[in-house]
C-alpha cells in the first residue's frame, strides 16, 4: 500500500511558469512532510520541509501548502527555471521511523 | 564537512550471487538509513541503524542485512540476488534516529542483475 501518493508523474512547464505537484497521505501519525529534488545520477537532496502546525512555508521561489484536514500537501515552484527541471519527491515521516517516498513527478521546464 | 559517500557507483552480478554495498555517513550523523530506488520510483526503506543496531526495518526480506561500524559507516549485504534486485540503492544518514530533521543521501549505487 502506497502511504504517499503524488501527481502528476510529469509536468512541462514554461519558463517563468508556476509548477504545482500534489501529494496526498494517509497516516495522521506523520509529522514530518518533505519535499526532495533528484537530478540523473544524484541522490535525492532536500528542497523543502514542513510539519503539520503550519498551513505554508515559503523559501525564495519554492512554497509548500499543507492542508491537514484533506491530508494533502503540495509544492510550488513560482518563476519555474530550466534549472530546476529534476525528479520531485515528496515524503512524510514520523518521529524516529522511516521515510516514505511518492512515486515522483519528472519536471520539465522548456526554455 | 564531507557529504555520504557510497561504493561502488556500478555495479554487475548474475542471479543467485551476493553484494556488498559500503556507505560513509556525513560528519557527525550517527543514523544511516539504505533505500532501494527502482527505475521511476521513489526510494524504498530497507533499514536503519544507529549505534551498530538496526532499529528499524522496511518490508525486505531477510537476504538484505546489514552492519554499521563504530566510525558510523554501514554496509548493505543482498544475498541471492534475484532480477528484481537491479535498483539504485541509496545510503542516506541523519544526527540521530529521533531526528526527524534532514535525510542527506548519497549518490548511491546502481546495482544491475542479469
Known amino acids: 500500500q502506497q502511504q504517499v501518493k503524488q501527481s502528476p508523474q510529469s509536468l512541462i512547464v514554461q519558463k517563468g511558469g508556476i509548477s504545482i505537484i500534489n501529494c496526498a497521505y494517509e497516516?495522521?501519525?506523520?509529522?514530518?512532510f518533505p519535499w526532495y529534488q533528484q537530478f540523473p545520477g544524484k541522490g535525492p537532496a532536500l528542497l523543502i520541509a514542513?510539519?503539520?502546525?503550519?498551513s505554508e512555508k515559503k523559501e525564495g521561489r519554492f512554497t509548500i501548502s499543507f492542508n491537514k484536514s484533506a491530508k494533502q500537501f503540495s509544492l510550488h515552484i513560482m518563476d519555474s527555471q530550466p534549472g530546476d527541471s529534476a525528479t520531485y519527491f515528496c515524503?512524510?515521516?514520523?518521529?524516529?521511523?522511516?521515510?516514505?517516498f511518492g512515486t515522483g513527478t519528472s519536471l520539465t521546464v522548456i526554455p | 564537512e564531507t557529504g555520504v559517500t557510497q561504493s561502488p557507483t556500478h555495479l554487475i552480478k548474475t542471479r543467485g550471487q551476493q553484494v556488498t554495498l559500503r556507505c560513509s555517513s556525513q560528519s557527525g550523523h550517527n543514523t544511516v538509513s539504505w533505500y532501494q530506488q527502482a527505475l521511476g520510483q521513489g526510494p524504498q526503506f530497507i533499514f536503519q541503524y544507529y549505534r551498530e543496531e538496526e532499529n528499524g526495518r522496511g518490508n525486505f526480506p531477510p537476504r538484505f542485512s546489514g552492519l554499521q561500524f563504530p566510525n558510523y559507516s554501514s554496509e548493505l549485504n543482498v544475498n541471492a540476488l534475484e532480477l528484481d534486485d537491479s535498483a539504485l540503492y541509496l545510503c542516506?544518514?541523519?544526527?540521530?534516529?529521533?531526528?526527524?530533521?534532514?535525510?542527506?543521501f548519497g549518490e548511491g549505487s546502481r546495482l544491475t542483475v542479469l
Open positions: 497516516n495522521t501519525a506523520f509529522d514530518y
Open positions: 542516506a544518514s541523519r544526527r540521530g534516529p529521533m531526528n526527524t530533521g534532514e535525510l542527506f
Open positions: 514542513i510539519r503539520p502546525d503550519v
Open positions: 515524503a512524510a515521516s514520523n518521529t524516529g521511523n522511516q521515510f516514505y
